[in-house]
């Protein structure tokens, strides 16, 4: 079997699938890539059994089949050969010969009968969304995801629907950031989706950045939740659990608030995080009518501190916060200006981008 691609088409669509196939996984055909070919289409699938990402390519090809392919050493190979123009596949029952130009390189293949494959049925529950909502939707709220939490309903993307917005939530216990969409949905849903099925979404939403309207198409089933992103396909399961009532951890009332410029904040935590304490990243905050103090310090007696103008309504009060948790938030918000709600020092505390209510982030406090 003979197979002609053009480089750059070919290269685009594995940079995007390559990273789900898990090489160290028990089935070792999950190191693999299957290759479909039909009518001079390619279709090209990775998984790691929680993740199945597909994706199509259009081809030059004399006959139809199948195989596998070593995932990640295909996209090194195509990636050396990226100066040509074309990369032809040849496959003979056994090996993969990748050639372009005078270069030839022979991977060996495994058995195509043996790849898993995962359900491709989309149910009823659908949910239209653009490229652009959907990349907001990650951006917004994906930094505060927990990591490897043995609480796994945390190691994931909430979206569920209430009063017929789609909301999304993510929480480590330590911060919490929450982003109400403004597409609309009659559906009831209520899903968790997986941090590395988020990030290869992200990695595939990415790259249609030049076409921010186009259309993704979310369905939702029991345990599985489908996205069609173009030519991609990606299917993840979903983790189980009930993810616990983010609305009470966000404050129903605020006592004083600091109003700051978020560039000037940002630059400022940026100079004092040379010296913060790297075990516990502390940064007091001690806000007058007109300007913000912050200090920090780390076991070595080094201190960072600046003061930068800044507006608060409030009584005297030091407040401590991880200065990660702080920078993370500055880095997703559109606005120039950045609204810090404190009610007490034990309190969570809500940051607020003055221009946009669609967002709400709270950060836990701590001793510093």
Known sequence: MKLIFKTKELLDKLKN????????????????????????????????????????????????????APAKKLLEICSALSAYDEITLYYDGKKVDI?????????????????PHMSTDKGSNSITIT??????????????MAYQDARHFLNGLHICTQEGMIVAVCTDGHRLAKYTSLIKSDLDISIIIPRKAITEINRIISTFNNNKEQVVEINVTNNMVMFTIGEFILISKLIEGTYPNFNKVIPEKIQSKIRINKQTLKNSLNIISKVVNQQYKGVKLTPSPSSLHLISSNTESEVGEDVVDAIYDGDEISIGFNISYLQDVIDVID??????CINDQNSGCTLLDENANESIFVIMPMRV
């Open 99 to 115: 050639t372009a130009g005078k270069s030839k390189v022979s991977l060996q293949t495994l058995d195509a009968s043996d790849y």
């Open 335 to 340: 606005g120039d200006t950045l609204d810090i």
């Open 17 to 68: 699938i390559v990273p789900t196939a898990e090489a160290k996984q028990t089935l070792v055909v999950l190191g693999n890539v299957k290759v479909s070919i039909a009518d001079n289409i390619a279709t090209f699938t990775t998984s790691d059994l929680e993740i199945q990402v597909t994706t199509t390519v259009a081809c030059v090809s004399d006959e139809n089949g199948l195989f596998t």
């Open 131 to 144: 490229n652009e909502e959907l990349l907001k939707i990650i951006t917004k709220t994906s930094f505060a």
